[in-house]
């Protein structure tokens, strides 16, 4: 197993939720 590009995915997968999360309560407050 390649512990680099699981963390990597992981890592990015993490970044994505914590912009896109926010971003879509903001959106739903103000439709």
Known sequence: MD???FLLSLKLAGW???ILLPLS???ARHL
Do not use: D, G, P
Request: proline share 0%; charged share 0%; hydrophobic share 80%.
């Open 3 to 5: 512990w680099n590009a």
């Open 16 to 18: 994505t939720v914590a």
């Open 25 to 27: 309560v903001f959106i």
